[in-house]
């Protein structure tokens, strides 16, 4: 028989889809690379290890569509591999270059980890992290599920329900396709729920879903439980709201463990000291370098930034992570006396790349997270399939719109910069309709109607990328918000110049795509959900 208190540790793995194989390197490209050196390869590191020592414990990773795409991209991932080369060959300059300085023990502390990484990544899990993270779910140590489509801001779709169920389609097939089964659970792209979102979602045959804190404690009725068991929605599904104070703990960024002084600095990079002839074009985009993973510094407190000393971090981590049980030992016990069958449940979501690529040491906290709580008789980490299937809450409830992020409602995504953008949203979606009704009445298994078929679905492509909330939230945060807005752009017209294209082929009653036609190359181009 398990603990009582049950810990949803919940990770959000999701990267806007960003392909570019007309180019040998490409800035935005960097952001999956990191992504996948820096959080994802050490997290199947730190699961491996907990492994092999027989820990006990779960830990949940929702894996966006458009990261299930892009690590299943032969183009990626050969960039990947030249990607951790091009960090090797540095490595080992900053090895010689450092030889007989201070700075001696810790390049070698890099290089060892770089070859260690490269041989998970080549040798062991040969490319293919989409199966190692099956592999890690068969043996008990993850629990997989996904995230809504591109990423939508579902609330902003209310009157689109073409688009939700759209974007429910690509989830569930993408899923499957990845991972040999259909997903049970969803994370709702940036929380953002609306009443009635759960009936698009059984729709599709999801069990579950997760809110911002409010989305719940403001449901109808009131919660009896709070944020503390799953709620079962109207339409017979569950969902649970994020539990405060351990968010806190972690994303907190004045009180937080990794603001902690003795954590590796996030900010200085070696591609900030270094002369461009020593670094090489891989690590500069114009005249801007780009970050090369490479940190000398620790956080320090202050503006003069002392060395970072990876075994004191180490340390410091296996401290806070050992804290954050106790911490949630006391919470559950707190709660159990006042709960029916004696049981609670808590929910910890973050976003996975803030283990490991923000702050650095976050996999090691993760493993010695796990190990700490094996040794619990109050709590255990638990897989979400296994507990968001009942409620101590008797009540079928109602939860309310909201979202995470600044406000809780929205503000993020639906403001002033980027309100224009979700009009065209909607244009681009009655051209979609539009061609749809043509195609049914000339019959879609006609030279022609297949023809049609192809300008509706990289329409829908188009349309998928274009309503990504990556995009709001870069412009909202000023964050390359001048890529965002050329993708906004580039999908916009990518729709209207496909849509003109489509009505030309149906008047001149073709079945073949002009030689000026842009849908061939959009096809290889904006290739996401291909299978289509």
């Given at each position: ?62 894996v966006s569509p458009p990261l299930i795409e892009m690590l299943s991209d032969e183009n990626l991932i050969e960039k990947f591999s030249e990607h951790l080369k091009k960090q090797l060959e540095l490595i080992e300059k900053e ?110 045959g999801l069990h579950y879903f997760f809110l911002e804190t409010h989305g719940v404690l403001l449901a109808t009725p009131t919660p009896k439980y709070g944020v503390f068991t799953p709620l079962k929605t109207t339409q017979g ?110 929910l910890c979501p973050y976003d996975a790349e803030l283990f490991g690529h923000w702050w650095f040491e976050g996999p090691l906290f993760l493993e010695a997270m796990l190990e700490r709580a094996a040794s619990s008789s109050v ?154």
């Amino acid at each position: 028989m398990g603990a009582p208190g049950k810990i949803l540790f919940l990770m959000h793995a999701h990267l806007p889809f960003v392909r570019h194989p007309e180019f040998k390197r490409f800035f935005e490209e960097n952001w999956l690379f990191e992504a996948i050196a820096e959080t994802y390869l050490p997290l199947v590191q730190a699961m491996r290890r907990l492994l092999e020592k027989g820990v006990p414990g779960t830990l949940n990773l929702s894996v966006s569509p458009p990261l299930i795409e892009m690590l299943s991209d032969e183009n990626l991932i050969e960039k990947f591999s030249e990607h951790l080369k091009k960090q090797l060959e540095l490595i080992e300059k900053e090895v010689a270059r450092n030889a007989g300085t201070e700075l001696e023990q810790l390049s070698r502390f890099y290089l060892s980890r770089q070859q260690t990484l490269m041989d998970l990544w080549e040798n062991r899990i040969h490319r293919n992290l989409l199966a190692e993270f099956l592999e890690l779910e068969k043996a008990g140590k993850l629990n997989l599920l996904t995230c809504v489509g591109t990423h939508p801001f579902l609330p902003a779709y209310q009157s689109d329900p073409a688009s939700i169920r759209m974007q429910l389609d690509v989830t569930v097939r993408c899923f499957e396709r990845a991972f040999g089964r259909k997903p049970m659970g969803v994370w709702l792209p940036e929380c953002g729920y609306f009443p009635g979102l759960d009936k698009y979602l059984a729709e599709f045959g999801l069990h579950y879903f997760f809110l911002e804190t409010h989305g719940v404690l403001l449901a109808t009725p009131t919660p009896k439980y709070g944020v503390f068991t799953p709620l079962k929605t109207t339409q017979g599904l569950y969902c649970m709201g994020r539990e405060q104070k351990s968010s806190m703990e972690v994303w907190s960024r004045r009180t937080g463990y990794p603001g902690h002084p003795e954590y590796r600095e996030f900010f200085t990079d070696i591609a900030k000291d270094r002369p461009r002839d020593y670094l090489g074009e891989y690590f500069f985009a114009g005249d801007t370098p780009i970050d090369s993973g490479f940190k000398y510094n620790r956080i320090t407190g202050g503006e003069k930034k002392e060395l970072y000393r990876p075994w004191n971090a180490m340390k410091l981590a296996e401290d806070h992570a050992h804290l954050f049980v106790v911490n949630r030992e006391a919470t559950i016990s707190e709660l159990l006396v006042n709960m029916d069958g004696n049981k609670a449940a808590m929910l910890c979501p973050y976003d996975a790349e803030l283990f490991g690529h923000w702050w650095f040491e976050g996999p090691l906290f993760l493993e010695a997270m796990l190990e700490r709580a094996a040794s619990s008789s109050v709590i255990e980490f638990a897989g979400a399939d296994e507990i968001m299937t009942s409620s101590a809450d008797p009540d079928a409830h109602e939860p309310a719109f909201s979202s995470w992020g600044e406000g809780g409602f929205g503000s993020v995504w639906i403001n002033g910069e980027t309100d224009k953008y979700y009009p065209q949203s909607y244009r681009l979606r009655a051209m979609i309709d539009h061609l749809i009704s043509i195609r049914q009445k000339m019959g879609e298994g006609s030279p022609r109607g297949k023809l049609l078929t192809r300008y509706i679905k990289q329409m829908e492509r188009e349309l998928m990328l274009f309503q990504s909330s990556d995009w709001a939230f870069m412009i909202h945060n000023h964050s390359a918000d001048g890529y965002a807005r050329r993708r906004l752009d580039d999908h916009y017209n990518n729709g209207h110049t496909l849509f003109a294209e489509a009505c030309k082929a149906i008047l001149k009653n073709t079945d073949k795509p002009a030689a000026s036609s842009i849908l061939p190359k959009l096809e290889k181009t904006n290739s996401i959900f291909s299978w289509l």
